[in-house]
């Protein structure tokens, strides 16, 4: 099935043609401003399915919404005319094309153009008024304020928000390609008679702003978002694509001492934190218990055992653990526990407790197994 793309460049463009690449099934066409006029004409003419992405929308003088986003579609119609498959064309409009500025009455120009082209023809004509969209490889200062904060908080650069209060509505570009999936396979999404890419996600500027400003301290804190709100988790995501290349990594706080170390991962607000514990050979570390924090113990290197018992009883309980073979040990409530590197290597364990640490409220109450 041959799937023409044009604008298989931009933003939406380059993010579908990598997404349908990936199906055998499809032969993606793409279509860029590098593209000759015979090699549009060739994709047109042979093409079972058409997304329509190319557009204007910063135009350096006001005319070229005309020429970038009517004209050249009457150029693409004109070859898509001749394709006796009369594939289905689907179009990115804007919700702008509701509004009265040169950008959305050129979109809306353009809308009329296909359907009375879809109407003439009879080419399935699918047309969405897309709102702002975010995402990876998205450009900043052209594509999106998303794109342009992610881009300059993750640089140290201040951003300006001129109104907190004024409020986007937004669409992730996951679910961009879900729905041009969905359309592809003649299933598409259809609210109110309109085609649609569901998951909006109705976001104030202050939020968007504080939000990003907060993954970039998230380092620092060694804490996680809330990855239960969707909107935040793909914030998230579209905030890490935008890192500088030579900042991938970050350093983390090793508390060492003569027994080894331990070191703070990541901290959640509702999921607890994560630990790396290094014990060297013969060395035991807890000897306490906790009335209502939970943990799990995974030793990933070295070998050991995990005692438990319970306060007012002498019997105890070992759980023998080794990196050769990789089990989870809960460390239930009530139980006074240890764990002892039995190697002649360092021991290594992943530690999860359910709960970020509080020095005020330890809930922790030392006493040897």
């Known amino acids: 099935m041959k799937i023409v793309i044009t604008g298989a460049n931009g933003f939406v463009g380059k993010n579908l043609s990598a997404e349908l690449s990936r199906n055998e099934a499809y032969e993606v066409i793409k279509i860029t401003r590098q593209s000759s006029a015979e090699e549009i004409k060739q994709a047109m003419q042979t093409a079972d399915f058409v997304f329509h992405l190319a557009g204007v929308n910063r135009p350096e003088t006001e005319d070229e919404f005309q020429t970038g986003n009517v004209d050249t579609l009457r150029a693409m119609l004109d070859a898509l005319s001749d394709n006796d498959k009369k594939p289905a064309v689907v179009f990115s409009s804007t919700i702008q094309a509701a509004l009265d500025n040169p950008y959305g009455r050129s979109k809306r120009a353009a809308e009329e153009v296909l359907e009375a082209f879809g109407k003439e023809n009879g080419n399935q004509i699918l047309i969405y008024r897309l709102p702002n969209l975010f995402g990876k490889w998205s450009r900043p200062n052209y594509n999106t304020v998303i794109a342009t904060f992610c881009y300059k ?126 014990s060297k050979p013969g060395i035991t570390k807890g000897n306490h218990w906790h009335h209502t924090k939970n943990e799990k113990f995974l030793v990933v290197s070295g070998q050991g055992v995990i005692r438990f018992r319970k306060p007012d009883e002498e019997k105890v309980i070992e759980y023998f653990v080794s990196g050769d073979k990789l089990e989870v040990v809960d460390i239930p409530v009530g139980y006074t526990h240890n764990i002892e590197n039995l190697g002649d290597t360092d021991m290594v364990t992943v530690m999860w407790v359910n709960e970020i640490f509080d020095p005020n409220t330890p809930d922790t109450y030392f006493l040897e197994v």
Not at 154 to 177: F, G
Not at 198 to 220: M, W, Y
Not at 221 to 243: V, W
Request: charged residues 30%; proline residues 6%; glycine residues 4%.
């Open 153 to 278: 908080v993750a640089r140290n650069e201040e951003i300006q928000v001129n109104d907190p209060s004024i409020e986007l509505t937004l669409n992730y570009i996951d679910d961009i390609m879900a729905e041009f999936k969905r359309a592809l396979e003649g299933n598409p999404t259809i609210i109110n008679g309109e085609y649609t890419v569901p998951n909006h996600h109705q976001v104030t500027l202050g939020r968007i702003a504080s939000l990003i400003q907060s993954f970039k301290e998230d380092r620092e804190r060694r804490t996680l978002p809330k990855f239960d709100d969707a909107f935040e988790k793909a914030l998230y995501s579209t905030y890490l694509s935008f890192l500088p290349e030579d900042e991938f990594s970050y350093p983390l706080t090793m508390h060492t001492d003569d027994r080894g170390s331990f070191t703070e991962f990541l901290k959640t607000p509702d999921r607890g934190q994560v630990s790396v514990n290094i």
